[in-house]
């Protein structure tokens, strides 16, 4: 990790610079698609590329959904509410593909995606774990730590500490 460019100052030897480059927010690049709106930066079905989080979706989706909604919700709502809230509607009704819709569209508005494969309802409701799946990894791809929730985000933001973007391994054309 480098040292800040304040820091780079008293660590530099005495009458050399030290060219420390500033560390920028991660966005992911821009792909347009026909329609002028981003494309998603995992697909829908690519849930091995974060297996972790597959497991954890799967057995209890009610975490992965708080963890996006309080990141969509810009921290109004706590990722234990959200959470909560899914997690009855799941219990009771079964229907909880009817309130976790509402966050896709959200997030899709937020970051200008496309709606793919088809209406967001309708991915919610024939693949939620899916949907889930798909939009934590777009939220952590654009540098947001789920685990620590909104505000420390923002906090890291404002300190300059910024996630790491989750890359692909290996080469792919």
Not at 30 to 36: D, E, F, L, V
Not at 124 to 140: N, T
Request: hydrophobic share 30%.
């Amino acid at each position: 990790m480098y040292p800040s460019s304040q820091d780079a100052a008293k660590y530099a030897p005495q009458g050399y610079p030290m060219n420390i480059p500033e560390r920028q927010p991660y966005h992911p690049p821009y792909i347009p698609s026909a329609n002028g709106t981003a494309k998603w930066s995992t697909g829908l079905c690519h849930c091995c590329d974060d297996p972790a989080n597959c497991l954890v979706t799967c057995m209890c989706p009610c975490v992965t959904f708080g963890q996006i909604a309080e990141i969509v919700n810009k921290g109004s709502i706590s990722c234990a509410a959200s959470g909560a809230v899914y997690g009855l509607l799941l219990g009771f009704t079964g229907l909880s593909c009817l309130y976790s819709c509402f966050y896709r569209s959200r997030l899709r508005g937020q970051h200008d995606l496309e709606e793919e494969p088809c209406v967001d309802c309708l991915v919610h409701f024939f693949c939620e774990p899916c949907a889930l799946c798909q939009e934590y990894r777009e939220l952590k791809n654009r540098g947001f730590d789920m685990g620590i929730g909104w505000q420390c985000n923002m906090d890291r933001q404002s300190r300059g500490i910024t996630v790491a973007p989750a890359v692909a391994s290996g080469m792919k054309r």
